[in-house]
């Protein structure tokens, strides 16, 4: 027999080609929708059994957290973001201050967070060091004579000690950014009895009830749950299974939600890999048409509430509609001479998604003037047949768009700033209205919002429009 030549053994330029389009293949097919909904039903029941032998109520961290947890059970949903965790990076949010946490964990004597995060990874930033941060934050901020609840306390297995040193270098900072939002300590002190201390488990680490027990003696323990377990290798290996499943939704769950998911659990799991598209497809259509969208008002500022669309028909034909100003921020471009519908109604065509964030700078000084109007006018009457305060003390405008939790809040922010004074809803003078504000004021007022509203999510655009606004009115 002759021996092999080299063109036998090295592979031709059209075989290799062959072996890259066959091993995508492979992972592709790895990574099909049905093994991350099989994935995530599998971390869910992890998620579970931590709550029943804990006994403690669980909180998904948003967004990814949600996909593990039966919204049965869900208690809350809490918004710490790994980007404040990551090295160097480290970050108290005060935008995303989570306050309404607290009384979760004094009401149940703590609480379990849940959230993924990608292969390779041994748990997110956002519960190895983000989390952990705002407990010593708050800790300081709210025990300030309790020194031992002051100390950093972070995963030893995951932070080393040189980053755990140089993020608690960074407290301080921390601590004073959080005052610099003038909240409301005695009020959020009467929430918990105890400081908070985090505690770490994940499919590889096991975290007893006795070990919570002991620091329930002196403090509110905060689970950080890591819902999927370790992945090394490549899903290849993993017969299936993909660690942290339920993130990077836009890449492949077609518009599939959380709460999508727990509802039509069976019929996904039981429908092939190449019809699950199309179920999709037909259940994302039928949960909007069946009006699942938020479709609510949440008061976020006095006078001002927040919602989607959906509620504008309820909005303009309530019973008390001479009381309440409707500003409608809708998904089409319009132009700005059609949108003042009525004194009561104005119709604001922005476009959709960054583009509108970026048009909300332009349409500001409408807005703000549009309200004014009606505030004043309002103030004006109570004061003619001395009624009321004189300050249009009972109105209250109605802030919409088509998520009910970007461009509004956005709205609600500038409108805050510009037309009151005071968290009592005292009005502006006319005069008072066109100063310049500063960026501490503008944090403190979203402070206040984003307590009273910790599902708002406005996005960077939406921010920088409204600051933009209020720091440079006259350009």
């Known amino acids: 027999m002759p021996a092999p030549t080299l063109a036998d053994i090295v592979f031709s330029e059209q075989a290799n080609h062959n072996f890259s389009k066959i091993l995508g293949d492979l992972k592709k097919s790895n990574l099909s929708i049905t093994n991350r909904l099989k994935s995530i039903q599998h971390d869910a029941a992890f998620v579970q059994e931590v709550a029943d032998v804990l006994g403690l109520p669980l909180v998904a961290n948003e967004r990814c957290g949600s996909w593990y947890i039966d919204p049965q059970l869900k208690k809350s949903s809490a918004y710490f973001k790994s980007t404040d965790g990551h090295t160097s990076q480290w970050k108290f949010s005060t935008r995303r201050l989570n306050f309404h946490l607290l009384e979760v964990i004094g009401r149940n004597d703590g609480c379990i967070i849940v959230d993924s995060t990608r292969r390779g990874k041994r748990m997110p930033d956002a519960l190895s060091k983000t989390i952990p941060i705002w407990c010593t934050v708050l800790n300081q901020a709210l025990f300030p ?5 002051h100390t950093l306390h972070v995963p030893t297995t995951v932070v ?44 590889d680490d096991e975290l007893t009830p006795e070990m919570v027990d002991e620091i329930k003696a002196s403090f509110h323990p905060v689970v950080c749950c890591t819902s999927s377990r ?29 709460p999508l998911f727990w509802a039509n659990q069976r019929q996904l799991l039981a429908t092939p890999e190449g019809d699950l598209p199309g179920l999709i497809e037909m259940l994302v259509a039928n949960s909007e048409a ?17 919602g989607a669309l959906s509620a504008e028909e309820k909005a303009l034909t309530s019973s008390s509609q001479e009381k309440i100003c409707v500003v409608s921020l809708v998904p089409k471009t ?41 505030l004043q006018e309002c103030a004006d009457a109570d ?15 109605v802030l919409l768009c088509e998520s009910g939790r970007d461009l509004s809040v956005g709205v609600a922010l500038a409108l805050y700033c510009w037309c009151f004074v005071d968290s009592a809803g005292t009005l502006r003078s006319a005069a008072a209205q ?3 504000h500063n960026k501490a004021s503008i944090r403190v007022k979203l402070g206040h919002i ?5 599902d708002a999510n406005p996005s960077r655009a939406t921010l920088q429009s409204v600051n933009s606004f209020l720091m440079d009115w006259r350009n």
């Not at 002190?189 to 994940?202: D, G, S």
């Not at 922005?350 to 349409?363: D, I, N, Q, V």
């Not at 004061?383 to 405008?397: C, D, I, L």
Request: aromatic share 6%; with cysteine; glycine share 10%.
């Open 290 to 306: 069946g009006g699942q969208a938020v479709g609510g008002l949440k008061r976020v500022a006095p006078r001002l509430l927040v």
């Open 145 to 149: 004579s309790h020194p031992q609840s």
């Open 434 to 436: 066109e100063q310049n």
């Open 334 to 374: 319009t132009e700005k001479e059609t949108w003042e519908k009525s004194k009561r109604h104005m119709e604001v065509g922005l476009g959709k998604s960054k583009t509108a964030s970026r048009f909300l700078r332009e349409a500001l000084p409408s807005i703000c003037d549009f309200v004014s109007r009606f």
């Open 160 to 203: 080393s000690s040189s980053e755990h040193s140089q993020m608690s270098s960074r407290l301080p900072f921390f601590l004073t950014s959080l005052l610099a939002l003038q909240p409301d300590i005695p009020s959020l002190r009467q929430t918990i009895q105890k400081p908070l201390r985090p505690l770490w488990v994940t499919p």
């Open 383 to 397: 004061a003619e047949t001395g009624t009321g305060t004189g300050r249009g003390a009972n109105k209250e405008v």
């Open 230 to 258: 370790r992945v090394v290798g490549t899903e290849m290996s993993e017969e299936g299974y993909i660690q942290g499943a339920g993130d990077d939704t836009e890449n492949w769950a077609h518009g599939l939600t959380a």
């Open 450 to 454: 984003m307590t009273a509203f910790p």
